[in-house]
């Protein structure tokens, strides 16, 4: 069981699809991450969010455009993905009172194909 | 840039027998986690080491910290099944802001 909870489980999208994905937590955490993680890899990071601010951003293709509406809520906007984007789309929080000192809690994740 | 290295890469065991994966980095590390993934699952955090040379045990598992803060080691006794799964090292960089960098993990399988 998780208390971050991610929507959809899986998603199957085409390449000229516009999708979002979302992420919410009601743990009062105030970092919001977003990582991709292909099979038999490790999570990637793509996105922090820190107190509703974008503060880390991976060098990561402007297809993928997050977006953090309020505290409890992470989305990240998908458009023109291609095939090798597929992969698991892991949400995690943390609560950002020490930057240096943060333990993650992950959701379940999406499951993303692009076909 | 900073890389946290772990071996091995896949590890399979008899129930029973004891289990290590190591983790190093290039850098000198502010702390260290540990994550395990179970299949088809997400990454559930385990523990976290701060300090030199610091070792903390939950149940059948001990975590080190190196002295230089720059590798870490899990050993797992007397494996279960339930023990299965990928577990990953994460480091963050002295300095390193809400940055954490995943180990490759090693996947455990144990064999009843």
């Known amino acids: 069981d998780t208390e971050v909870t991610q929507t959809p489980k899986h998603l199957v999208m085409g390449m000229t699809n516009k999708k979002s994905l979302k992420c919410e937590q009601h743990m009062g955490h105030r970092a919001m991450y977003w990582y991709k993680q292909k099979a038999k890899k490790p999570p990637e990071l793509m996105f922090v969010?820190?107190?509703?601010?974008?503060?880390i951003n991976e060098s990561v293709p402007s297809r993928f455009s997050p977006e953090c509406p309020n505290s409890s809520l992470l989305n990240l906007h998908l458009h023109a993905l291609q095939p090798e984007d597929s992969a698991l789309y892991l949400c995690?929080?943390?609560?950002?009172?020490?930057?240096?000192?943060?333990?993650?809690?992950f959701g379940s994740g999406t499951q993303l194909s692009v076909l | 840039g900073q890389q946290v290295m772990q071996i091995p890469q896949y590890q399979h065991v008899q129930e029973g027998e004891d289990f290590t994966t190591y983790c190093n980095s290039s850098t000198t590390l502010s702390n260290i986690q540990w994550y395990k993934q179970r299949p088809g699952g997400h990454p559930v955090f385990l523990i976290q080491l701060v300090k030199s040379g610091e070792v903390k045990k939950q149940k059948r598992l001990t975590f080190q910290f190196g002295e230089a803060k720059k590798n870490s080691s899990l050993h797992i006794t007397a494996t279960q099944t339930t023990d299965v799964g990928t577990y990953f090292c994460a480091g963050r960089r002295s300095g390193g802001y809400n940055k954490l960098i995943f180990g490759a993990g090693t996947r455990l399988a144990v064999h009843p």
């Open positions: 969010y820190s107190y509703e601010k974008l503060s």
């Open positions: 995690a929080s943390s609560q950002d009172r020490d930057p240096t000192n943060e333990k993650l809690f």
